[in-house]
C-alpha cells in the first residue's frame, strides 16, 4: 500500500521568504507527526495531531512555524520568514494511534522528508 | 528522558550476524525499548521493540538483559541493505515522541 508522501522533496529558499512543506499520511492512521533532522543531529520532535484533540505544538521552534491538518489527513508545515537555521530535512510520519504497548500503536512510519535549504 | 549509549559505529561482512549493543542503565519500569534505522536519504524505518522478553520479527531479533540496563540488536545475516544508522530509544507507551541521538552507523563490507 501506499506510504507516507512528501512534497517537495527538496526546497531551497532566500532567507526571509515562506515555505510551505506538505505531509500525506497513510490512510486511516489518526497520529501525525512532524520532525525535523538537521545534518548530523538525531531526530527533533515539532509537533503531534491525533484525530481531533488539540495538536501538541511544544517543539515548535519559534511563531514563524505553524502546522495544520486538515480533514484529519494531509497536513501542511508553514515556516515563515525562513532563516538559515531552518535548513534541515523535515519528516512526517504517521501511525494509527499515537500511544499504546502494542506495535500497531507503536511503529511511526516516516515518509522520505524535504530537504529545506535556506540561503 | 531516559537516556541510551550506542558505539558510533560498526561494520560487518554481508551474511554474518551484526550485534548492535545499547546500555540503558536509568531505564525505568515502564519504558519498552525501541529500535528504529535509517537508509541513506531515507526517514527512519521502526525495527523491533520490546520490554522485558527477548523479541523475534523478520528483520531482526532483540536480546534485553535480565536487569534491562542492556540490550542488544541482532542482525542474523547482514546485507548491504542493512547499511543504514541504528536507533536505539527508550519510550513510556504513553510518549508519542520520538527522541534520536546520534544511533550507531553499519557498514555492511560486500
Known amino acids: 500500500g501506499a506510504g507516507v508522501s512528501q512534497s517537495p522533496s527538496n526546497k531551497v529558499t532566500e532567507k526571509g521568504k515562506d515555505v510551505e512543506l506538505r505531509c500525506d499520511p497513510i490512510s486511516g492512521h489518526t497520529a501525525l507527526y512532524w520532525y525535523r533532522q538537521s545534518l548530523g543531529q538525531g531526530l527533533e520532535f515539532l509537533i503531534y495531531f491525533q484525530g481531533n484533540s488539540a495538536p501538541d505544538k511544544s517543539g515548535l521552534p519559534s511563531d514563524r512555524f505553524s502546522a495544520e491538518r486538515t480533514g484529519g489527513s494531509v497536513s501542511t508545515l508553514t515556516i515563515q520568514r525562513t532563516q538559515q537555521e531552518d535548513s534541515a530535512v523535515y519528516l512526517c510520519?504517521?501511525?494509527?494511534?499515537?500511544?499504546?504497548?502494542?506495535?500497531?500503536?507503536?511503529?511511526?512510519?516516516f515518509g522520505p522528508g524535504t530537504r529545506l535549504t535556506v540561503l | 528522558d531516559a537516556k541510551t549509549t550506542q558505539p558510533n559505529s560498526m561494520e560487518s561482512n554481508e551474511e554474518e550476524p551484526v550485534h548492535l549493543p545499547c546500555n540503558h542503565s536509568?531505564?525505568?519500569?515502564?519504558?519498552?525499548i525501541h529500535w528504529y534505522r535509517q537508509l541513506p536519504s531515507q526517514g527512519p524505518e521502526y525495527v523491533i521493540h520490546?520490554?522485558?522478553s527477548n523479541v523475534n520479527n523478520r528483520m531482526a531479533s532483540l536480546a534485553i538483559a535480565e536487569d534491562r540496563k542492556s540490550s542488544t540488536l541482532i542482525l542474523h545475516r547482514a546485507t548491504l541493505r542493512d547499511a543504514a544508522v541504528y536507533y536505539c530509544?527508550?519510550?513510556?507507551?504513553?510518549?508519542?515522541?520520538?527522541?534520536f541521538g546520534a544511533g550507531t552507523t553499519v557498514t555492511v563490507r560486500a
Open positions: 530509544i527508550l519510550r513510556d507507551p504513553n510518549d508519542y515522541k520520538l527522541s
Open positions: 536509568t531505564i525505568s519500569g515502564t519504558d519498552y
Open positions: 510520519a504517521s501511525s494509527p494511534r499515537g500511544t499504546g504497548t502494542l506495535r500497531s500503536y507503536n511503529e511511526q512510519f
Open positions: 520490546g520490554l522485558t
